[in-house]
């Protein structure tokens, strides 16, 4: 089965009656988790993004407190792990800023866990992909914004 387009579910939904646009969405919000972390985001936490970044960083801390820094490959599974929920949460805000900050704070966090060094090749190499990532997302941003992130790109390199 093909599925439509976005632009043909646009104009379906917007024939659609109130009520049967409601159980369009809870129906979407029962048969799949992302799709109610989504709907949760956009209906109760859209408005104070500052505060949906806060918990995010705070899941993020949690997250890292957990790492076992003695074997590697828990370490490097466990923050494959924690990289992929928060480009969930990136993609769930879609705001390039937002992803830049959330990018960087967990380089922030891998530094002063000491888990970025020369002898460990593979955490080094997750450690740079990210910095590559988040630099691509400030590019995008505000020449006064750029400014900013870049000091913080240039103080967490390696």
Do not use: W
């Amino acid at each position: 089965m093909k599925s439509a387009s976005v632009s043909d579910i646009k104009k379906e939904l917007k024939t659609l009656p109130h009520e049967s646009l409601v159980a369009v969405c809870l129906r979407l919000a029962k048969f799949k988790v992302d799709n109610k972390e989504l709907l949760t985001y956009l209906l109760f936490e859209a408005d104070d993004l500052p505060g949906y970044v806060a918990a995010v960083k705070a899941e993020i801390d949690e997250a890292f407190a957990e790492i076992n820094r003695e074997k590697s490959y828990p370490a490097r599974k466990k923050l494959r792990k924690i990289i992929r929920i928060t480009n969930k949460y990136i993609r769930y805000v879609g705001d390039k800023e937002t992803e830049a900050d959330l990018l960087l704070y967990i380089c922030r966090q891998m530094k002063e866990a000491a888990m970025v060094s020369k002898r460990n090749v593979q955490l080094l190499n997750i450690y740079m992909q990210l910095l590559k990532k988040a630099v691509k997302a400030i590019d995008t941003l505000h020449e006064d914004l750029q400014y900013e992130y870049i000091r913080i790109v240039n103080s967490l390199d390696v």
